[in-house]
DNA sequence: ACTCTATTAGGACGATCGTCCAATTTAAGA
DNA sequence: TCTTAAATTGGACGATCGTCCTAATAGAGT
């Protein structure tokens, strides 16, 4: 009963530590000193540090989860749920400031490894990329709905990492302005440009 | 004279696997492995391996500023300089899709690990981002050029991470594709938007 | 109060890390 | 050819890493 909630507190914490200070450079003893537990205890909970990972992005998985279904109750319009994701860009500043934006950094850095996990990391992408290409097609945008899923992934995976580099908030506000006029255009006019179509390889086999 | 080529083939060996690896997790006897000579012959060419990613980020500087002085040389026409720019990620599409961007994944890893070369890092976007910017003055758009060299940097950064992530090449093809309309649309409509001018805060005091 | 399981503490372990050094080899200049 | 500095070797070093193990403690059910 007890060691349900420590196991908890030590996924939460090391969730926050391989954040700001990625995987590798977080250890049992940082994650420790973090729960004030001692380093044993720890594998009474976790047989490894790939298993605390393991553990870290299915919180992260579900978390997301959540704030997609939350958004989705929140916001009618689908241009709203859109914005919605725009807008974590800015509701999240100051941590993407210091620490980039935490899908991409891990997602980067577990590829970087060849890490068991990164397939596991890759779907907390996936995710967004679903979500916000069902919020494209009930746009109308059926034909090319992924596409553009995958293009504003990209976009604000961008402003993230120069957003760290340069230490300059002003740039986020201005691209989610940016983002914003690219959705408006979007829905005022009626499918302008549909290029040619089709849906991105996806390839969710696992590696 | 005989260790001025030793050192420098550690400093490219070092290099590539400072891209494939990661700095944190390429160690010494990789590198020793990799140039082929022994642990100890190391630290008569360098102090630390500290020392070694300063002069990797020289070596980066270097090529950068070479590449960006060729594709003045290359390009007559800005637009066409800027292209030249976007093509790297279809140049590099291969490196890209197992490792990223050079730049992007190297300064995000100093970033989270405080390390002191970190702004030298972000030296090299900002190589990239004042060239675009020049770029862009030179096209006439002389008020935002800064905003549309962040906004270009953003934009490739993004694809990278994706590209990674997804391991798609042809999301590449497709987003370089629009940026490539994008900059059409910029050079035929003569300054369409100069939306709220200025520059972003350049924090070149290092940190 | 007692038992038994769940939980925690703390240290030992081998491996690997970055660092450093003494000894040796190589090669260039006189 | 001899001298001397440049270059290289291989191993020792302390620290830290992830992992594991045993003993001590806590707490729930009888």
Redo the contacts between chains.
């Keep these: 009963m007890k060691g349900k909630m420590t196991r908890k507190h030590i996924v939460e914490l090391a969730d926050r530590l391989f954040y ?3 995987y ?2 977080t250890s049992f003893a940082d994650i420790a000193d973090s729960v004030q537990i001692s380093k044993g205890n720890f594998y009474y909970h976790f047989k490894s540090k790939d298993e605390i990972l393991a553990a870290v992005i299915q919180l992260r998985l579900e978390n997301t989860r959540n704030m997609l279904l939350k958004w989705e109750d929140e916001g009618e319009r689908p241009e709203d749920r859109i914005k919605s994701f725009i807008y974590i860009l800015i509701a999240n500043h100051a941590d993407i400031k ?3 934006c935490p899908v ?2 891990l ?3 577990l ?3 060849n890490h068991a996990s990164k397939a596991e990391a ?1 779907e907390l ?1 996936s995710l967004f990329r679903t979500w916000l290409s069902r919020q494209f097609a009930l746009l109308g945008r059926k034909e090319d709905a992924d ?1 553009l899923a ?2 504003l ?7 993230a ?2 957003v ?5 908030e ?2 986020i506000r ?2 989610v ?2 983002m914003c006029d690219w959705l408006s255009c979007m829905t005022s006019a009626t499918q302008l440009t549909h290029e040619s179509g089709g849906t ?4 969710d086999s696992g ?1």
């Design positions: 700001q200070r990625g590798e450079h210091m620490y980039g991409g950094t997602c980067t850095e590829a970087k490894l890759k992408f596409e995958m293009h992934l990209a976009r604000s995976q961008g402003v990492t120069l760290q580099a340069f230490q300059d002003r740039f201005h691209e302005e940016q991105y390889e996806r390839d590696t």
